[in-house]
């Protein structure tokens, strides 16, 4: 199958996504070699600049990989998901049911670490989710997830906050939708208060089952809600 030349814009970007169309379409399969820069740029009429770094996004990717001395090779014909693609095309329930893992053991932790800053910092979220329930769901889900993001902070490990932040982008899509359906702040603006309030004090105690237990609770019963909407 031809290559075909590619136009003058983006010459780049063209030139891997003709590439990658030989790779994912089968044309090259996994342990082919690829032809020479030379032979390439003449295919798709550009230099061989654009060739190179073109294949280094296909490295990138996962699909190619370059051999010293041997050239370079075929490793996958589909490319690499990167983690934020991944979480974005996931169900909200499957991502909350990691959330629980990594919420809940990162809770036990914060009872166990915080710090008279961290204390500070619950307390203001907390406030801060209390102040929210005069306001629409988008700023209230935003305020939730503000005190939940100082929860697992106070745990003191960076890899829990990281995946936190990961999360809380589909999280907060899915719980603002998930407001706009089920409707809980209809009845109590605050929804939740009571939970929140129990979990950051046994934060604050250091009573970290006591935290697990509150949260995992709370979270369950919004996961049922999840499911019970697919």
């Given at each position: 199958?031809?290559?075909?030349?590619?136009?003058?814009?983006?010459?780049?970007?063209?030139?891997?996504?003709?590439?990658?169309?030989?790779?994912?379409?089968?044309?090259?399969?996994?342990?082919?070699?690829?032809?020479?820069?030379?032979?390439?740029?003449?295919?798709?009429?550009?230099?061989?600049?654009?060739?190179?770094?073109?294949?280094?996004?296909?490295?990138?990717?996962?699909?190619?990989?370059?051999?010293?001395?041997?050239?370079?090779?075929?490793?996958?014909?589909?490319?690499?998901?990167?983690?934020?693609?991944?979480?974005?095309?996931?169900?909200?329930?499957?991502?909350?049911?990691?959330?629980?893992?990594?919420?809940?053991?990162?809770?036990?932790?914060?009872?166990?670490?915080?710090?008279?800053?961290?204390?500070?910092?619950?307390?203001?979220?907390?406030?801060?989710?209390?102040?929210?329930?005069?306001?629409?769901?988008?700023?209230?889900?935003?305020?939730?997830?503000?005190?939940?993001?100082?929860?697992?902070?106070?745990?003191?490990?960076?890899?829990?906050?990281?995946?936190?932040?990961?999360?809380?982008?589909?999280?907060?899509?899915?719980?603002?939708?998930?407001?706009?359906?089920?409707?809980?702040?209809?009845?109590?603006?605050?929804?939740?208060?009571?939970?929140?309030?129990?979990?950051?004090?046994?934060?604050?105690?250091?009573?970290?089952?006591?935290?697990?237990?509150?949260?995992?609770?709370d979270l369950a019963a919004t996961l049922t809600r999840l499911r019970a909407?697919?």
């Amino acid at each position: 199958m031809p290559l075909g030349a590619v136009r003058p814009s983006s010459l780049v970007e063209q030139a891997m996504d003709r590439l990658r169309e030989q790779i994912t379409g089968g044309h090259w399969p996994v342990g082919t070699k690829l032809p020479g820069e030379t032979t390439l740029a003449k295919e798709l009429g550009v230099g061989r600049s654009t060739v190179r770094e073109a294949v280094r996004m296909l490295a990138s990717a996962g699909l190619v990989k370059a051999r010293q001395g041997s050239g370079v090779f075929v490793t996958a014909t589909r490319p690499v998901e990167e983690w934020p693609d991944r979480l974005r095309r996931a169900a909200l329930a499957d991502v909350y049911e990691v959330r629980m893992l990594v919420e809940v053991q990162a809770v036990r932790l914060a009872a166990r670490r915080r710090t008279e800053a961290d204390r500070t910092a619950l307390r203001e979220a907390l406030a801060g989710r209390r102040a929210a329930a005069e306001l629409d769901d988008e700023a209230f889900v935003d305020a939730d997830i503000a005190l939940h993001a100082a929860l697992v902070a106070a745990a003191h490990n960076p890899v829990l906050t990281d995946l936190f932040a990961e999360f809380a982008p589909v999280l907060r899509r899915g719980l603002v939708e998930l407001m706009a359906l089920v409707a809980p702040r209809d009845q109590d603006p605050n929804h939740g208060d009571a939970e929140h309030a129990a979990l950051v004090g046994a934060v604050e105690r250091g009573e970290p089952e006591e935290a697990a237990r509150v949260l995992e609770e709370d979270l369950a019963a919004t996961l049922t809600r999840l499911r019970a909407r697919d």
